[in-house]
Structures are given as C-alpha cells and as structure tokens.
C-alpha cells in the first residue's frame, strides 16, 4: 500500500503502532489539518471498530442526505449548502475523497467568515440596507403582479 513516499522513520512508526503524519500529493508532510478533519480522524479510528451493517447503513445515510442537499441547492428550495457538508461528514468516515470535499467546504467556510468579520461597519449597514431593499422589491412585486407565495 505505499505509493513511494514512505520513509525509514514512517516505517519505524508505523511498526511500532504510531500514526505517521499526513503527507501531501508530492510526499511533503501536510501541513496542520483543520481543528473540524482532526476530530473526524477520531470519530473514523472509532468507526472502523463497528459492524460492517453499521457502516453500510452510514454510507447510505451519508449519500442520501448528500443528494437531499444538492436537491435543496437546485429545484427544491431549501438550506442546502448546510446539509451537503453533514453528508460529506458522513461519507467522509468511509471515503478519502469525501473528506477531502469536505475539508475544502471548511476552509471555504472559515474564509468566508474571516471576511465577513473583516468588513467595516458601513460595509455592514449597506449589506444589511440591500438586502431589506431586496426582501421589499419582492414583496411589492408579488403583491402588484400577483404572485403567489406558495405553489398551491
């Protein structure tokens, strides 16, 4: 199972039961991992130990809850991008590629709110003044041109 990255002091670790660092594409040590995909390796040593039924039925969980967001972000409205990264974290106890994803929409996350927080106070106001502008266009089209509301 090594792509050619491993080194003598990985294999001493590894033979003695330690865990090796993560490494990255070009077999450079990763650096430090998010705090949110740390606790994830935990949760996955832990669900290694359970059933094989147990961990079919967290993929299946996992996958269905993933495709209800991505339903949420299209035709269905709904929150969406907030459900999606609940079914990664699932599949992510399974699959590297799912964790991956979902330490990508971690990091985005964390940026977004870096910026968000980074914002002055004016930036603030004009935000919050557009989006009031923007809820009363809509109620005042609905309203005029008769739109309803619920699709009923």
Known sequence: MSDGTET??????????EETAPRGRD??????????????HERKKRHRERSRPVRIGVVILGVLITLAGIAMTGPIPGPGVLVIPVGLALLALEFA????????????????????????RGQKIASGVLIALAIGAFVTAAILWDIPLLPV
Do not use: C, M, N, Y
């Open 27 to 40: 077999g450079e040590v990763a650096e430090e991992r998010h705090p949110a995909i740390q606790k994830l």
């Open 97 to 120: 590629w799912a964790e991956r994803l979902l330490e990508r929409a971690v990091v985005w996350a964390d940026k977004a709110k870096e910026q968000a927080a980074s914002q002055t």
């Open 8 to 17: 003598a002091l990985d294999r001493d670790a590894a033979a003695e039961g």
